[in-house]
């Protein structure tokens, strides 16, 4: 089993739609989990930190459920613009820092 | 501020032939990492410094990847001899190691086509 797993999409939803994404993890003594957003070609840029009260930024939401292991996305009135690749990070806690990656999620939405 | 610069941005090269990758992470950062990236997946680490020591480099292929971080800053990856399926675009990243919420930094990621 992966360490980090993603539903390697395609989603593709019309403009203005809720979409959702989940990412599992292995590590239940993970402790810090993030969402990145990755363009076509480009580096991946983190979208928001994930933190244990869940959190908001806009039109996105981030939600950590500790107990089933996963993190989510949930995104509000798609945008076209919102297209992307998304990929969950965990930040392993065992006195390592490092970030481990899903394999993401691409989101095509569209018009 | 800028952020981690990496070159080339672009490199091919024919099998067998030697090929590196320079990093220049974000001022302060005392954390480096290299990852590869393959089309459809996600970044997977190769090796990760914590200034100049190199603390993870369990996933680095040490037959023919090479990696250093001179004084603590910045850093290079050699391939030598490179192969087909290392064609990949290959990411440098770097972090504060200051609490467990600091995210990382990329860099715009060489692409390399071995061919």
């Known amino acids: 089993r992966k360490e980090v797993e993603q539903d390697p999409g395609p989603f593709n939803v019309p403009e203005g739609a809720t979409v959702a994404f989940n990412c599992t993890y292995s590590?239940?003594?993970?402790?810090?989990f993030f969402w990145y957003r990755q363009d076509c070609r480009k580096e991946p840029k983190l979208l928001m930190s994930?933190?244990?009260s869940g959190n908001e930024d806009g039109r996105f939401t981030a939600q950590l459920n500790r107990a089933s292991q996963y993190i989510s996305l949930l995104i509000r009135d798609s945008k076209l613009s919102d297209s992307a690749t998304y990929l969950c990070?965990?930040?392993?806690?065992?006195?390592?820092?490092?970030?481990?990656f899903g394999t993401g999620t691409r989101l095509k939405v569209l018009a | 501020e800028a952020g981690v610069v990496q070159s080339p941005r672009y490199k091919i090269i024919e099998k067998k032939q030697p090929v590196a990758f320079w990093c220049n992470p974000i001022?302060?950062?005392?954390?480096l990492y290299w990852y590869r990236q393959n089309l459809g997946q996600g970044p997977e680490l190769l090796i990760r410094?914590?200034?100049?020591?190199?603390?993870?480099d369990s996933q680095l292929p040490k037959d023919r990847f090479s990696a250093e971080r001179l004084k603590g800053v910045d850093s290079t990856l050699k391939i030598q001899p490179a192969e087909l399926g290392d064609s990949a675009v290959y990411l440098c990243?770097?972090?504060?190691?200051?609490?467990?919420?600091?995210?990382?930094?990329f860099g715009q990621g060489t692409r390399l086509t071995v061919v």
């Open positions: 990243a770097s972090s504060l190691r200051t609490d467990l919420n600091t995210e990382a930094f």
């Open positions: 410094y914590e200034n100049e020591e190199a603390v993870d």
């Open positions: 001022s302060g950062h005392n954390t």
């Open positions: 994930v933190y244990s």
């Open positions: 590590n239940s003594a993970s402790q810090s």
């Open positions: 990070a965990v930040r392993p806690y065992s006195g390592t820092y490092k970030y481990i």
